[in-house]
């Protein structure tokens, strides 16, 4: 069974950084097209970057270009998605997913495996 687990999330202040990591559980997670989405409260779940299988291509939500990266780490068999200059409204759960095949849109819908989500929250 495909299992996804986030963690770097937690507390930091405006204008702060933070990593994600996303790990898998039974499965290379170069195979897959991997993708960081967020949802805060009230909202709907939103697209914050993804990477290809190959690592060839990544994509990014115009809300995070130029702070967040996104990056594969092989050896260790982890993504990552780094958080710089972070912003009260980057507040969020923030989930990894995969998705097998073609690199598609950023979008929830096209992600078939999730994890369970980590707390990001920005706050003085």
């Known amino acids: 069974q495909l299992q996804l687990v986030e963690s770097g999330g937690g507390l930091v202040q405006p204008g702060g950084s933070l990593r994600l990591s996303c790990a898998a559980s039974?499965?290379?997670?170069?195979?897959?097209?991997i993708g960081w989405f967020r949802q805060a409260p009230g909202k709907e779940r939103e697209g914050v970057s993804c990477?290809?299988?190959?690592?060839?291509?990544?994509n990014y939500a115009d809300s995070v270009k130029g702070r967040f990266t996104i990056s594969r780490d092989r050896a260790k068999n982890l993504v990552y998605l780094q958080m710089a200059s972070l912003k009260p409204e980057d507040t969020a759960i923030y989930y990894c997913a995969a998705r097998e095949g073609l690199f598609r849109q950023c979008v929830p819908s096209r992600y078939d495996y999730w994890g369970q989500g980590t707390q990001v929250t920005v706050s003085s």
């Open positions: 039974g499965f290379t997670l170069d195979y897959y097209n």
């Open positions: 990477i290809s299988s190959g690592g060839g291509r990544t």
